[in-house]
Nanobody, 126 residues
Framework: QVQLVESGGGMVQAGGSLRLSCAASGSSFRTYSVAWFRQAPGKDREFVSA????????SYLDTVKGRFTVSRDNGKNTVYLQMNSLKSEDTAVYYC???????????????????WGQGTQVTVSS
């Protein structure tokens, strides 16, 4: 079992930055791939970014490439999402998710993940 807790959300002006954290319980966390998804009001949940186990391959939604960076510190059981140059369209609830044995081509598939956090709100004002 893995429990995930997101933090770092808040309100920021367009062009600003936030760093989200996803803290996990469990000693096997380093063996899990971790992703960030987001859901804006009235919209479906969408993939944002992911990082494979042991800090391997990363993947990003096209619209956040060059602005967001995902990283992990397995010693701290934490995955981070650094978000720069934020835009109003980035406003959403951000969720982290973890799963084992996820192949690279499935990193953006929400159904591949077994564990989810409760989410943290990010609001970008224009």
């Amino acid at each position: 079992q893995v429990q995930l807790v997101e933090s770092g959300g808040g309100m920021v002006q367009a062009g600003g930055s936030l760093r989200l954290s996803c803290a996990a319980s469990g000693s096997s966390f380093r063996t899990y791939s971790v992703a960030w998804f987001r859901q804006a009001p009235g919209k479906d949940r969408e993939f944002v970014s992911a990082i494979k186990r042991y800090g391997g391959a990363t993947s990003y939604l096209d619209t956040v490439k060059g602005r967001f960076t995902v990283s992990r510190d397995n010693g701290k059981n934490t995955v981070y999402l650094q978000m720069n140059s934020l835009k109003s369209e980035d406003t959403a609830v951000y969720y982290c998710a973890a799963g084992a044995g996820i192949i690279t081509s499935s990193l953006s598939n929400a159904r591949a993940y077994d564990y989810w956090g409760q989410g943290t709100q990010v609001t970008v004002s224009s």
